[in-house]
């Protein structure tokens, strides 16, 4: 399963990507912003994006907003990985069409398990 890393500290790209590893994901790829991702989006394939919400260029909604409008994009299953952790802000990230959530800080068995959630693993 190849997954897009999308953040657009680089530490918490790397943070990211090494709890993934740490659980079995080793083909992840990544991107800077929401544009970024929607150009990987584009050229390659990709079961799962793993994303901020708060980035310059287009957040983690807009980028959800984008993929869901995409007939092409549509289909893949994004968690949301923030600080932002109210109630409302959580459903109008659900309603926008993300799949699950993370809250930071966070420890690999949670992404484990809340990946688990949205593939059926």
Do not use: C, H
Request: proline content about 3%; cysteine-free; aromatic content about 4%.
């Amino acid at each position: 399963m190849r997954l897009l890393v999308v953040d657009d500290s680089s530490t918490m790209r790397r943070i990211v990507k090494n709890s993934l590893k740490s659980v079995g994901y080793d083909n992840v790829v990544e991107a800077e912003n929401g544009e970024g991702a929607l150009a990987r989006l584009q050229a390659e394939k990709v079961d799962l994006v793993v994303t901020d919400w708060n980035m310059p260029v287009m957040n983690g909604l807009e980028l959800v907003a984008a993929m869901r409008s995409s007939p092409a994009l549509k289909e893949i299953p994004v968690l949301m990985v923030t600080t932002v952790a109210e109630k409302e802000e959580i459903l109008k990230a659900m309603q926008a069409g993300v799949n699950n959530y993370v809250v930071k800080p966070f420890d690999a068995a949670t992404l484990k398990k809340k990946i688990d959630q949205i593939v059926g693993g």
